[in-house]
């Protein structure tokens, strides 16, 4: 599977747009990008994957670059509730998740 | 939708002890589940994959032998920690995939493992 490179935090006032950057520049064909996050002490939960196409849900927003080298998930209106350590992950069709360091992303008031 | 269920939610055991996880997937088939565990302040890392029906699939560095995982039906799989000793002390989390392979995992909410 692709590596991936987060910054490992970031700051988002609240009520603002959260966009978190993720760069997969070895990532190949039949590979998908995943987002999840992590609350302290829980599991992660899903939020949006996709292939070569921007995706959005009722969570967030998902824009792949063109080359697929990069993505950016977006929370459109970021609450206290979505401070959380964020993952991006590549990977195949057949592939388990490999969970990188992510980005702590923390949402101010 | 998409809810796994993970039980119990803590355990805490004498050393030398054997324990049992499991994990649930309330409102879908899994076809697929994983069993991770996280050490404090550091990634999720993956013990095993296992199909229903078929023995489970172990990482590297995983003994099979003591970590025992059981994927009888669609909808169940269960962890055995078999004599577990303090550094088997961790945050047990299984997850759960169906349909095709570009499914997402949904993730139970992790049995945080304490051994005495």
């Known amino acids: 599977d692709a590596k991936t490179t987060q910054p490992p935090s970031m700051d988002c006032a609240e009520g603002r747009a959260a966009n978190l950057p993720c760069n997969h520049s070895?990532?190949?064909?039949?590979?998908?990008v995943y987002w999840y996050r992590q609350i302290h002490s829980q599991g992660p939960q899903y939020i949006i994957h996709?292939?070569?196409n921007n995706e959005t849900n009722e969570m967030a927003s998902l824009i792949i670059t063109e080359d697929r080298k990069s993505s950016t998930l977006i929370l459109p209106h970021a609450t206290l509730r979505d401070t959380a350590v964020y993952y991006c992950?590549?990977?195949?069709?057949?592939?388990?998740?490999?969970f990188g360091s992510g980005t702590q992303l923390t949402v101010l008031p | 939708g998409a809810v796994v269920s993970q039980h119990p939610s803590w355990v805490i055991c004498k050393s030398g002890t054997s324990v049992k996880i499991e994990c649930r997937s309330l409102?879908?088939?899994?076809?697929?589940m994983f069993w991770y565990r996280q050490f404090p302040k550091q990634s999720l890392m993956l013990m095993a994959t296992?199909?229903?029906?078929?023995?489970?699939?172990?990482e590297q560095g995983v003994e099979k032998d003591k970590f025992l995982i059981n994927h009888a039906s669609l909808t169940l799989s269960t962890l055995t920690v078999t004599s577990a000793h303090p550094e088997d002390s961790s945050f047990y989390i299984c997850?759960?995939?169906?349909?095709?392979?570009?499914?997402?995992?949904?993730f139970g909410d992790g049995t945080r493992l304490s051994i005495l």
């Open positions: 997850s759960a995939r169906y349909g095709a392979r570009n499914q997402p995992q949904h």
């Open positions: 070895t990532i190949s064909g039949n590979e998908y």
């Open positions: 996709g292939l070569k």
């Open positions: 992950i590549v990977s195949g069709s057949a592939r388990q998740l490999t």
């Open positions: 409102d879908f088939q899994a076809t697929t």
């Open positions: 296992s199909n229903e029906g078929s023995k489970a699939t172990y």
